[in-house]
């Protein structure tokens, strides 16, 4: 399974990106994977954002990103997005998709098996 993330770029506070997460490479059915997306600023660790789980669909975002970040799929483009608003300088990091090929809505990165290479996103002040 491969993830191949796209959508970075650089934008001004307020801004908005829209992150695609595309798979290839799966066997069996996309729509039984959760996707999660993640951010990695300079000098942190790694941290959740947003889920959205196989199955019913539930999403869950971090409240740092709450109201501003949402996250959708289409199952029959094996893809997931990320629509990021208002963006804040805070926002800045390196976005991270990932699969857990279960219903699961947690952070936990143990539980993704698969992960993409990930894609800047940079906010200007």
């Known amino acids: 399974v491969q993830l191949q993330a796209s959508g970075g770029g650089l934008v001004q506070t307020g801004g908005s990106l829209r992150l695609s997460c595309v798979a290839s490479?799966?066997?069996?059915?996309?729509?039984?994977?959760?996707i999660g997306w993640f951010r990695q600023a300079p000098g942190k660790e790694r941290e959740g954002v947003s889920r959205i789980c196989s199955g019913d669909g539930s999403t869950f975002h971090e409240d740092s990103v709450k109201g501003r970040f949402t996250i959708v799929r289409d199952n029959s483009r094996y893809t997931g997005y990320l629509q990021m608003n208002s963006l804040k300088p805070e926002d800045t990091a390196v976005y991270y998709c990932?699969?857990?090929?279960?219903?699961?809505?947690?952070?936990?990165?143990?539980?993704?098996?698969?992960w993409g290479q990930g894609t800047q996103v940079t906010v200007s002040s």
């Open positions: 990932a699969l857990a090929p279960r219903a699961y809505g947690g952070r936990d990165l143990a539980m993704y098996n698969y």
């Open positions: 490479g799966i066997l069996d059915d996309f729509a039984d994977y959760s």
